[in-house]
Nanobody, 117 residues
Framework: QVQLVESGGGLVQPGGSLRLSCAAS????????MGWYRQAPGKERELVAT?????????ADSVKGRFSISIYNGGARSTVYLQMNSLQPEDTAVYYC?????????WGQGTQVTVSS
């Protein structure tokens, strides 16, 4: 059973930066994907960025050039980071960490990111 613990959300002004962290424990696979999704009020959950255990990253078009995902692969314990720069009000959402191995996936509890002046 993989457990995910997120941290780093908060309130930031437009143009500001935040870094989200997601610590995963109980990992039993060498190959997996971790990522961040977000859900704004009244909208469906959407992909933000993903990264494989070997460091291959993908991004949603809306965050390319502003967000950067990285991973510390510690074997049974790994941490994924999401550096968010040039934040805009439309980035306001609950951000969820995701861990996936083939068709099995786990979700974090979510962390609120609010971009407002």
């Amino acid at each position: 059973q993989v457990q995910l613990v997120e941290s780093g959300g908060g309130l930031v002004q437009p143009g500001g930066s935040l870094r989200l962290s997601c610590a995963a424990s109980g990992i039993a696979s060498l190959m997996y994907t971790m990522g961040w999704y977000r859900q704004a009020p009244g909208k469906e959950r959407e992909l933000v960025a993903t990264i494989t255990s070997t460091g291959s990253a993908t991004y949603a078009d809306s965050v390319k050039g502003r967000f950067s995902i990285s991973i510390y692969n510690g074997g049974a314990r790994s941490t994924v980071y999401l550096q968010m720069n040039s934040l805009q009000p439309e980035d306001t959402a609950v951000y969820y960490c995701n861990f996936r191995v083939v068709i099995v996936e786990y979700w974090g509890q979510g962390t609120q990111v609010t971009v407002s002046s």
